[in-house]
């Protein structure tokens, strides 16, 4: 067996080792307003299986590819109840943000700043109904989400407050920064008047008309 191999081997039965310590002591910690009864039962069962299995024989012979399966199978069992512990974590965090964009964009569309005079009433007031929708579909989850018990799955995940976030941001953002229409350009010059075009002579006055007509001038030789 190659140095690679046994490296790659040692890595994987370290994360097997440090998985089944590291779940066994937050399951009591951390992870206990999440877990229900039976579930921690049968997660520390398998834990202990998997220990049992680590330092067997068996377990020191065995290939990369029979670690991982063991890790999967551990994980399938307990990311459920660290699930719960990370949403509940983040959701704080994401909510206020989510109410915050809100707003920040409830506001602009409102607002009588110069910046947004040239946008259509009609645009403006479709982001102040996006906006409603988003919050309602905001209270609705939270107002679920507080009926559950922790350990429990949530009512809706972080990742659909973001997407919502960004749902508004990019319905919200092209409308709000519309550039203003360019001024029309008025014509130059004296009302009236038109300039003459190439090739044209302009109008000549009476005199100058004369001048040209008589002939040559005293300056000529005889």
Same mark, same amino acid.
């Given at each position: 067996?190659?140095?690679?191999?046994?490296t790659d081997l040692?890595e994987?039965?370290?994360?097997?080792?440090?998985?089944?310590y590291?779940?066994?002591?937050?399951?009591?910690?951390?992870?206990?307003p999440?877990?229900?009864?039976?579930?921690?039962?049968?997660? %520390?069962?398998a834990?202990?299986?998997?220990e049992?299995?680590?330092?067997?024989?068996?377990?020191?012979?065995a290939?990369?590819?029979?670690?991982?399966?063991?890790?999967d199978a %551990? =994980?399938a069992?307990?990311?459920?109840?660290?699930n719960?512990?990370?949403?509940?974590?983040q959701?704080?965090r994401v909510?206020?943000?989510?109410?915050?964009?809100i707003?920040?964009y409830?506001?602009?569309?409102?607002?009588?700043?110069?910046?947004?005079? =040239?946008?259509e009433e009609?645009?403006?007031q479709s982001?102040?109904?996006?906006?409603?929708?988003?919050q309602?579909?905001?209270d609705?989850?939270?107002? /679920?989400q507080s009926?559950?018990?922790?350990n429990?799955?949530?009512?809706?995940?972080?990742?659909?407050?973001?997407?919502?976030?960004?749902?508004i941001?990019?319905?919200?953002?092209?409308?709000?920064? /519309?550039?203003?229409?360019?001024?029309?350009?008025?014509?130059t010059?004296?009302?009236g008047?038109?300039?003459?075009?190439t090739?044209?002579?302009?109008?000549?006055?009476?005199?100058q008309?004369?001048?040209q007509?008589?002939?040559?001038?005293?300056?000529?030789?005889?």
């Amino acid at each position: 067996m190659t140095g690679q191999l046994l490296t790659d081997l040692q890595e994987r039965k370290n994360a097997l080792e440090e998985f089944v310590y590291d779940t066994r002591s937050r399951l009591d910690e951390r992870y206990a307003p999440y877990v229900q009864a039976a579930e921690k039962e049968k997660i %520390l069962v398998a834990l202990r299986e998997a220990e049992d299995w680590l330092y067997s024989e068996e377990g020191e012979d065995a290939t990369k590819s029979v670690y991982v399966a063991r890790i999967d199978a %551990l =994980h399938a069992l307990a990311d459920p109840v660290i699930n719960r512990y990370k949403e509940a974590e983040q959701r704080t965090r994401v909510v206020s943000e989510l109410r915050e964009t809100i707003n920040n964009y409830m506001s602009q569309a409102t607002s009588g700043d110069e910046r947004f005079a =040239h946008i259509e009433e009609k645009d403006k007031q479709s982001i102040v109904e996006k906006c409603a929708t988003i919050q309602k579909w905001l209270d609705d989850q939270m107002a /679920r989400q507080s009926e559950r018990p922790k350990n429990v799955d949530p009512a809706f995940t972080a990742a659909e407050v973001l997407k919502k976030k960004d749902e508004i941001i990019y319905f919200a953002t092209p409308i709000l920064t /519309r550039p203003k229409p360019k001024p029309k350009v008025e014509p130059t010059g004296t009302p009236g008047t038109e300039t003459p075009k190439t090739g044209q002579q302009t109008p000549q006055t009476e005199g100058q008309e004369q001048k040209q007509d008589n002939g040559p001038t005293e300056m000529d030789v005889d």
